[in-house]
T-cell receptor, first 112, second 114 residues
């Protein structure tokens, strides 16, 4: 069964305290892995797409990496405005089409 | 402005009263989908559409219907809502079912069924 898990479920950091979020997946036919940010009551906002193991992408204080079985979202020197839920999703290709499977998310709180 | 819109944003209804949540995108995207989001379960795909008149079930399709008569619109229909369909619903679109494109999400519809 295609599955995506994320850890930790919640993370509290002090401003400036770097850390990493994990996304693990067991899927067949992976086409891409996506990271999104979601603020309370709003729709997810796209951050990164990763296609193959070894790939890395960066945006401001965020860096996403991908291995064959997991992805990490590294947050360097976070600020309070980075507080949000971070979602990981995989795009799976089947013979008849495609599907997106999301992880449950990591709720990040950055304290000033 | 490129966007996905949903209406209504909030809805409280009673069991069994048919309702429709509309979704529209102005980006000429081929692929559209509906998700529900519940605490601890994350986003789960309900239905998706690869193009006009082409729809298919996602992971949790029971109790829902969709249609795709025009490229820009993808309404979600609950023929006989039940309390277990109380949830936060998101519509999303992506340019094509081919290739790894990110999804653009609507602002969400919070549905309560009493």
């Amino acid at each position: 069964e295609d599955q995506v898990t994320q850890s930790p479920e919640a993370l509290r950091l002090q401003e400036g305290e770097s850390s990493s979020l994990n996304c693990s997946y067991t899927v067949s036919g992976l086409r891409g892995l996506f990271w999104y940010r979601q603020d309370p009551g709003k729709g997810p906002e796209f951050l990164f797409t990763l296609y193959s193991a070894g790939e890395e992408k960066e945006k401001e204080r965020l860096k996403a990496t991908l291995t064959k079985k997991e992805s990490f979202l590294h947050i360097t020197a976070p600020k309070p405005e980075d507080s949000a839920t971070y979602l990981c999703a995989v795009q799976i290709i089947y013979n008849y089409g495609q599907n997106f499977v999301f992880g449950p998310g990591t709720r990040l709180s950055v304290l000033p | 402005e490129a966007q996905v819109t949903q209406n209504p944003r909030y809805l409280i209804t009673v069991t069994g009263k048919k309702l429709t949540v509309t979704c529209s995108q102005n980006m000429n995207h081929e692929y559209m989908s509906w998700y529900r989001q519940d605490p601890g379960l994350g986003l789960r795909q309900i239905y998706y559409s690869m193009n006009v008149e082409v729809t298919d079930k996602g992971d949790v399709p029971e109790g829902y219907k969709v249609s795709r008569k025009e490229k820009r619109n993808f309404p979600l229909i609950l023929e006989s809502p039940s309390p277990n369909q109380t949830s936060l619903y998101f519509c999303a679109s992506t340019p094509s079912p081919l290739g790894a494109y990110e999804q653009y999400f609507g602002p969400g519809t919070r549905l309560t069924v009493t």
